[in-house]
């Protein structure tokens, strides 16, 4: 169990964002692929209740990871996004869905994204690319708080950007009203630019299952 405190700067410029993580001598862990499926009680019981269970899979050239996740919002402050973040590494994507879908859960939404990892002074500095907006994710180091985060944003140059304690979902229907589309609460990339990715990053091809529309 662990408290997450994060902010969100919308649509930077990824190479002058890591120019800036070298000249600082941010460490660079690599760039991995992510599907993820959100689920939910019968009534959205959880979405109400401002809570996300998510079962996330992240995919590297040589190795994959599954995680579930279970976030509990709490008070933020500084503009941050600050939830009660409760995971534990799965074996097996189908494997643990099956179990969720057996305790009465459901996929309520699917999204996908490529993230981009370094680490600055003990926070975290996520390079987010979704089907719909690039984002970057600041999270505070463990025992930080929103100030960390301005220290770090700062140092970046991320505080020239406009940011957010909004979460993906809310951005993207944010983004479909300003659009003019209908609201949806999943966020895909399209199979060419899926294949475009995970041939980038040395992957093959994967389906996640997902009723979600």
């Known amino acids: 169990m662990a408290t997450e405190i994060e902010r969100k700067y919308i649509d930077v410029d990824f190479d002058r964002l890591r120019e800036a993580l070298a000249r600082r001598g941010a460490a660079g862990h690599g760039t991995h692929f992510e599907a993820n499926l959100v689920f939910d009680a019968p009534g959205d019981l959880l979405l109400s209740q401002g809570r996300l269970l998510r079962l996330r899979l992240q995919r590297w050239p040589d ?112 983004w479909c009203a300003a659009q003019g589309v209908p609201d949806c609460a999943s966020f895909v990339f399209d199979a060419p630019r899926r294949g475009a990715w995970e041939a980038r990053l040395g992957l093959g091809p994967l389906s996640i299952g997902g009723d979600a529309s």
């Open 63 to 174: 190795r994959e990871l599954c995680l579930l996740t279970l976030k509990i919002p709490l008070q933020g402050a500084g503009g941050c996004k600050t939830m009660d973040e409760r995971e534990l590494e799965v074996q097996g994507m189908e494997a643990m869905r099956g179990v969720l879908e057996g305790l009465g859960y459901a996929v309520r939404a699917r999204y996908e994204k490529v993230r981009e990892t370094w680490t600055l002074d003990g926070a975290l500095v996520e390079l987010d690319e979704l089907p719909f907006i690039r984002v970057v994710e600041v999270t505070a180091p463990e025992g930080g708080g929103a100030s960390s985060v301005d220290r770090v944003a700062e140092a970046l140059g991320l505080d020239r950007w406009a940011s957010t304690d909004q979460n993906y979902h809310q951005l993207h229907r944010r």
